[in-house]
């Protein structure tokens, strides 16, 4: 099975290598893994002046699966938007049509306290969220920063962009989204602003059709407002929450707190066929980056989700999963997730411990 790795920027190849090494361990154990590194966003600039260089997405259309780091960093964000390490990750998920992005919020027991929540609260959390990645607002045309005539006369500049979703791109996320709740708890929320965007009432709609397939799954309907505050006041009445690009940004980066740290979530892309692309949902930390004290965790469960997902090697995923549970238990800890009375850990010492548990 051919992986694409892709480590980006920042703290991006550090974390990678630690997924790297889990990697070559389960292919010393008779998975056959073959890499392949290519360079994306500000790497992919400084190696080819595109943020997604040609020869980069080449490898990653052919590759079984991709593997990717983080992107982005001060020193790009004075480039023109389209040079920028964001867009170079915003155009290799529409490229390979990576609609619908997965991103689990699970508590390890052994966190409870590092979460900025009363362990009772987040105690047994266990959360889906499935984010449309390749349409909305992110997407949407027209956009652009324009110069129009002021309200109190003269001229001004204006930002704009779109919110926009088509029906189909709508269902086809839904029918993901029912699919895992089915596999789940049988519960799926969606979440829009339907009391005030079109955009959204469409989504509702579609929404509500594609539910009819799924007679066994429990749907609930919320704003995004609302849902942001349920996710706070009581985040375990949440089985899989299904949204929009933007508001699964957002929802997404808050649900992460609620399991300690950003730093231990991992989220997958996929396609109509379950081809995907793998990547923590955080960013590249440019400030600690190079100081080998970032948390490789989420990049290395990215990893079994990818075994899980794409290359359908359940038992693997697993393997890693429980080493990641046993690191934790051992009561290893980076600093994001440090708390009194822990070990604290650099990224390639937890690295190294998670490939020692395998
Ligand atoms: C994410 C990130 C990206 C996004 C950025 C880096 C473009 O925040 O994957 O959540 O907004 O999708
Ligand atoms: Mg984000």
């Known amino acids: 099975m051919k992986i694409a790795v892709l480590p980006g920027d920042g703290i991006g190849p550090e974390i990678v290598a630690q997924a790297v090494k889990v990697m070559k361990a389960l292919s010393s154990d008779g998975l056959k893994l073959e890499m392949e590194e290519a360079p994306i966003g500000g790497a992919g600039y400084d190696a080819a002046g595109d943020p997604l260089p040609a020869s980069t997405l080449e490898l990653a259309k052919a590759a079984d699966a991709v593997l990717l780091g983080a992107v982005g960093g001060p020193r790009y964000d004075v480039l023109d938007r389209p040079l920028r390490p964001e867009r170079g990750l915003l155009r290799i998920r529409k490229e390979m049509n990576l609609f619908a992005n997965l991103r689990p919020a699970f508590l390890y027991p052994e966190l409870a306290s590092a979460s900025t929540l009363r362990p009772e609260v987040v105690a047994g959390l266990d959360i889906m969220i499935v984010r449309e990645l390749t349409g909305d607002v992110y997407f949407g045309q027209p956009r652009g920063i324009e110069t129009r005539p002021s309200p109190n006369g003269g001229s001004e500049r204006v930002g704009f962009n779109t919110m926009l979703y088509a029906e189909s791109e709508v269902r086809r996320v839904a029918h993901v989204a029912f699919g895992i709740a089915m596999k789940r708890g049988k519960k799926l929320c969606s979440v829009e602003k339907a009391n005030v965007l079109e955009c959204s009432e469409l989504w509702k709609e579609v929404v509500l059709e594609v539910a009819k397939d799924y007679p066994e799954v429990e749907l609930s309907h919320m704003y995004v407002d609302n849902a942001a505050m349920q996710l ?127």
């Open 232 to 358: 706070v006041r009581n985040p375990r009445q949440f089985d899989v929450i299904v949204t929009g690009n933007i508001f699964g940004d957002i929802l997404s980066d808050e649900a992460s707190m609620l399991t300690g740290s950003i730093g231990m979530l991992a989220s997958a892309s996929l396609d109509q066929n379950n081809k995907g692309m793998y990547e923590p949902i955080h960013g590249s930390a440019p400030d600690i980056a190079g100081k080998d004290i970032a948390n490789p965790l989420a990049t290395i469960l990215s990893v079994a989700m990818m075994l899980r997902y794409t290359l359908n090697q359940e038992a693997a995923a697993q393997r890693i999963e429980n080493a990641v549970k046993k690191v934790l238990a051992q009561g290893l800890r980076t600093a994001d997730i440090f708390t009194e009375g822990t070990q604290k850990v650099s990224c390639s010492q937890m690295g190294d411990a998670v490939v020692k548990q395998l």
